[in-house]
């Protein structure tokens, strides 16, 4: 074990990185469940960054029964031709009303619940978050309640198809919110693990450096070492500002021309997210190496 101050300031240094980067992937579903002492190999999660973010074809991390996929597609309450063209005769249209005040009220929960998970976010950029609630808050959310406030009102099947139509094709709550809603959220916080982990690296390189000085054997250190910035430097190079002001300039109106955007993110954090599970392994390979 090598021994001086340096070594203990710069291990000192990479343990109280690593748990707060802990702390990040917490955030983007890469923690593991007990994360170990910061000098023990941590064991690789089972959490992946698409089922945390509903991405894999589940519902949606809000949790309603009727979120979308990524891909825009949508459970049975979500943007099905049932719910914009409900069966309505005039001897079923106190059912039909009754189904569309029932989607317009899971549509309410599910934005709420949207809020909910951008204002709970510690990563999100501010800007990221101003806009998201400015879409949510000031334009889905208003724009559902004065249906809610509508349907009621409502005495002929045409009026009750036209209400109907206007909340799944104007607003597109579970096939363009939702996702886009989990996937800046979580760009974001991909983006701030990726960064605490680059900021590690003087610290870790120091470290080697001293390792070596005191004669000790750092290959395998080395080599986890260079691993861990090619992969910190390719998370970075798919989680970016860039991304989420793509995902941010998605709307309603140019569904589904949304889904090929959705995937393609979805695809990019996925990637990030092996890289930087494989990363968190890396540190945790030099800190037993040089322990």
């Known amino acids: 074990m090598t021994t001086g101050p340096d070594h203990r300031l710069a ?9 707060l980067t802990l702390g990040a992937l917490a955030a983007v579903g890469l923690a593991p469940a007990a994360a170990s002492a910061a000098g023990a190999r941590s064991s690789a999660t089972a959490t992946s960054l698409a089922a945390s973010t509903g991405l894999t074809g589940s519902a949606g991390s809000a949790g309603s029964a009727g979120s979308s996929t990524s891909t825009g597609s949508s459970t049975s309450t979500g943007s099905s031709p049932a719910a914009s063209s409900p069966l309505c005769t005039p ?3 106190t059912t039909a009303q009754q189904m569309v005040e029932s989607a317009l009220a899971e549509r309410f929960t599910q934005l709420n619940a949207l809020v909910s998970r ?6 999100i950029t501010s800007s990221d978050k101003s806009a998201l ?3 949510i808050q000031g334009t889905e959310l208003p724009g559902i309640q004065a249906l809610q406030a509508k ?5 002929t099947c045409a009026q009750l198809r036209t209400d109907a139509h206007s909340m799944v094709y104007g607003y597109w709550v579970y096939a363009v919110m939702t996702p886009q809603t989990d996937l800046v959220v979580t760009n974001d916080a991909a983006m701030a693990a990726d960064g605490l982990l680059d900021g590690l690296e003087p610290a870790v390189s120091a470290w080697i450096r001293n390792a070596q000085a005191h004669g000790i054997d750092t290959a395998d250190a080395q080599a986890a070492f260079a691993d ?4 910190v430097t390719a998370a970075g190079s798919l989680a970016t500002t860039g991304q989420a ?6 709307t309603p109106a140019s569904h589904p021309a949304t889904i090929p955007v959705f995937e393609q993110a979805r695809t990019n954090l996925v990637n990030v997210a092996d890289d930087l599970r494989a ?3 890396d540190l945790t390979t030099v800190i037993d190496d040089l322990s």
């Open 118 to 123: 951008v204002n709970g976010s510690s990563t």
């Open 11 to 19: 291990r000192r240094a990479i343990a109280g990185g690593l748990a």
């Open 279 to 281: 990363a968190r392994q």
């Open 133 to 135: 609630l400015s879409d």
């Open 151 to 155: 349907v009621p009102t409502d005495t």
């Open 91 to 93: 001897s079923t249209f």
């Open 228 to 231: 861990y910035q090619a992969k």
């Open 245 to 250: 002001a793509t995902l941010l300039a998605q």
